[in-house]
């Protein structure tokens, strides 16, 4: 959890990062400025329309990541650290891929949230994330199904709801970060996504074996880990026939050299032991069919290790 800070201005020099993001920030709202939707064909009207709402997102987007980076360099300055630019922050940035600079280098040191040696270290330098879980790792994806987590929920890192059911970041959000990466949009959120770096089909409430019950009934999301594993498989491909169509899509879907590269990340299983304990089973019960849990768990990974997924780059998190 973040400490609630009031965001005083800070005393400090503009960091190059800062400066450059400003820059392509000013560059397409001035590309948003030249697009007309008054065409005289009004197909080609219409398809303007659609370019343009694509730039506004971008837009959006990219002001949110200005505003992250802004604070969390002013935060820097106020625990007595020196503002430095975050290595390869600019990932899924337009154009910026190809010179991000590995992901330890840079960085803070031993006092970052993960520890250069765990993470970023080994020469490992992932462009992209794709998470697969339950509320510890959800960034909005039930909330964009059944209304946003409310407040007090990210109020004291995104000033307000931001999908995540704690008042800041989660370890997700800390594992993109230690990458250079920005935070993963949720797969299930429509509205100003970026799927450049990755995508995260975690809901708060899932489980990994389905279960026989609504949200309202029981508090757990109907979205199990098959079903993510499902969202997975038909995103693969419909992002790069996104992709090949240029422009925007290019820049707002993965590479597909990015599926075998990128990190895996896995945080599930709490609520199966809990659901059983809902339905007032025995803990030797609950034990019981641990196994089965277990066992779908692993034929998840291995539908997903078959769609390209490097088994080294997996992380398995025990619940």
Known sequence: MDLEL???????LETEEERKLKEEIDHLKKELEKESPDKT???????????????????????RELETLIHDLDDKVRFGQKAIDRPGSGAGRPGSGAGRPGSGAGRAGKEDFWGTETWAGQGQEKDAIFNFGDSNSDTGGLSAVFGQARSPHGESYFHGPAGRY??????????????????????????????????NFATAGSTIRPQNTTLRQSGFSPISLDVQYNEF???????????NRGGVFKQLMPKAQDFSRALYTFDIGQNDLTAGLFLNMSTTQVKAYVPDVLNQFKNIVKNIYGQGANPKSMDLRNQ
């Open 6 to 12: 009031e965001h005083l201005s800070v005393d400090r």
């Open 41 to 63: 064909n009004s197909e080609t009207g219409q398809e303007s329309g659609g370019d343009q709402a694509s730039l506004r997102d971008i837009v959006l987007q990219k002001e």
């Open 166 to 199: 704690c008042d800041g970041r989660l370890v997700i959000d800390f594992i993109a970060k230690s990458f250079g990466l920005p935070f993963l949009s949720a797969y299930l959120d429509s509205v100003g996504s970026n799927f450049s770096h990755g995508a």
């Open 233 to 243: 498989y038909d995103f693969h491909p419909r992002s790069q026939v996104a992709r």
